[in-house]
């Protein structure tokens, strides 16, 4: 007889993960991410007993829908989405749980019967519930659902309590500097910080909170992670797609905005911090922004210039030949707007004085892959170095990210045989491999995290305000230049050559992931 599966989230929460009885209110529940991500995620929750046993969620969206057709919408991106096959059981409790709020986001009168809404679950349940609001929207956006969750007194629900509201922010947060901190004044008149959670998936990825793991619990690292050792780090962002259906969007991003700014930077940040006090969520957001803080303004032209951004062109990928940015719909054909962009970043402190850290990111790049790779200096005077029966490689840690998540370390060995021989062998420990496939999605652990207060894994205000003093002036140089130095590549290609300039001013190249 099969042994009969048990799920938790029909008893409760699990005990170790303690969250407050919560109610999560999705603002854009109609949305690809609400669809793709959100509801995969809060279901896979439910699954395995990390929400709380009174557990609510609210969709709220302009189109006016019954509470039956959102439970039905919301079983149906369970269906396609999930990483795991539903079970009937715990979809079942959860769908009675899944309620449905309709209106404008700048009409106060919607978030009235949201909080109307809330407080009618609140009496059901005798008890009072956290409410975690989720902006699943367009920018344009934001400032009205901030403002209406203030003046409806949402925000303020049960203020410094364990059950107080809290607000996850998507991104993009802001387009440029001037926007980010219009936003953050937005966010802190209605919620303080400690109720804001700026959202980066890329933090919930697994190989990406095993960085700080290998740093700080393997001594064999930690001794070794400064100028003395480290050669330069090279941390890429490639994507195989190009802007799809999204060119409307990209027309208004780029890549600089799409990515640097936000994953690549936060990356960087996690690489090259200083070892925070304790893993609370402050120490570790303290030294990331002291991190951000020790890098160089950019030199933006002349022969030493830090940045280069191209297009892609015509190109040919997975064997199938493919058009130019230009010829993408809705792109305009004097778009000047960047697929790809690098950095030469220059972090002034005492450990990394001297190591160069390239950050790379593009569309219709050869493959999809995103990776950090710390490249150490080669053996002084190497034994092997003169000997033509010797291939040597410098030591390379790299950890990926997507799509295969894992680590991969290079060394220099001998060859089996009478002479001595040597060359490069990688050591690759892959996450599917030893701990199995079904790993939890990013936004698991952060919806998580949230509603039980962690807020290690987002972004706090200051630091987005310090990724953005960075890279706006970039934004503003490249948008008064037009097309002028807009470099371009073949699609299918890793960059253009302005790209592999910036490393080769240092005796460096690209590596290929």
């Known amino acids: 007889m099969a042994e009969e599966v048990r799920h938790p989230f029909l008893h409760g929460l699990s005990k170790h993960r303690g969250a407050p009885p919560t109610v999560v209110v999705i603002f854009g529940a109609s949305g690809d991410l609400t669809a793709r991500k959100l509801i995969p995620a809060i279901y896979n929750l439910a699954h395995d007993g990390l929400l709380p046993a009174d557990f609510h969620l609210i969709g709220f969206g302009r189109k006016a829908i019954p509470d039956a057709e959102f439970q039905q919408i919301a079983a149906a991106a369970i269906k396609e989405f999930s990483r795991r096959e539903p079970s009937p059981e715990v979809w079942a409790r959860l769908a009675e749980r899944t309620l449905y709020v309709s209106g404008g986001y700048d009409e106060k009168a919607a978030f009235d019967r949201l909080g109307a809404r809330i407080a009618g679950l609140e009496k059901d349940s005798g008890q009072p519930l956290q409410s975690l609001f989720y902006v699943s929207t367009p920018p344009s956006v934001f400032a009205p659902i901030l403002q209406n969750l203030g003046a409806s007194g949402l925000a303020a629900r049960y ?6 509201s809290k607000v996850i922010i998507e991104k993009p947060f802001g387009k440029d500097l001037a926007s980010a901190q219009a936003l953050n004044r937005e966010l802190t008149k209605v919620f303080a910080e400690a109720q804001v959670y700026r959202i980066d998936h890329y933090l919930g990825k ?34 195989q797609v190009g802007v799809e259906a999204r060119a409307g969007y990209y027309e208004q991003s780029g890549c600089l905005r799409d990515m640097i700014q936000n994953h690549t930077m936060q990356l960087l940040a996690l690489t090259a911090m200083e070892p925070p006090v304790s893993m609370d969520a402050e120490s570790v957001r303290d030294e990331k922004v002291k991190v951000l803080k020790a890098i160089q303004p950019l030199r933006l032209d002349g022969a030493d210039c830090d940045v280069a951004r191209a297009q892609y062109a015509e190109g040919v990928i997975g064997g199938k030949p493919v058009k130019g940015y230009l010829q993408e719909l809705d792109v305009s054909p004097t778009s000047a707007t960047e697929t790809f ?12 004085q001297g190591v160069p850290f390239y950050l790379r990111s593009g569309k219709h790049l050869a493959r999809r892959v995103s990776e950090i790779a710390v490249r ?28 295969d998540e894992g680590l991969s370390l ?26 199995g496939s079904n790993t939890p999605e990013a936004y698991e652990r952060l919806v998580l995290d949230a509603m039980i207060g962690d807020g290690t894994l987002f972004i706090r205000g200051d630091e987005t305000e310090r990724s953005w003093q960075l890279c706006s002036p970039v934004l503003a140089h490249w948008a008064a230049q037009g097309r002028t130095g807009l470099d371009s590549y073949a699609s299918g290609a890793w960059g253009p050559k302005s790209a592999e300039a910036l490393l080769a001013a240092n005796g460096h190249s690209w590596r290929e992931p």
């Open 159 to 164: 203020a410094g309590q364990l059950n107080q």
């Open 206 to 239: 697994e190989t990406v909170q095993d960085l700080l793991v290998q740093r700080f619990a393997n001594s064999i690292f930690e001794p070794l992670w400064n100028r003395n050792f480290i050669d330069h780090v090279q941390i890429t962002v490639a994507e």
């Open 410 to 435: 290079v060394l220099n060995a001998k060859i089996p045989g009478l002479e001595t021989r040597t060359q490069p062998v990688k050591m690759n420990f892959k996450y599917a491999t030893t701990f």
């Open 341 to 352: 962009a690098a950095l030469r970043l220059s972090i002034n402190n005492w450990r990394w």
């Open 376 to 403: 150490f200096k080669r053996a002084p005077g190497s034994l092997f170095a003169d000997s033509d029966r010797s291939i040597l490689a410098a030591n390379t840690l790299a950890f990926q990210i997507q799509p």
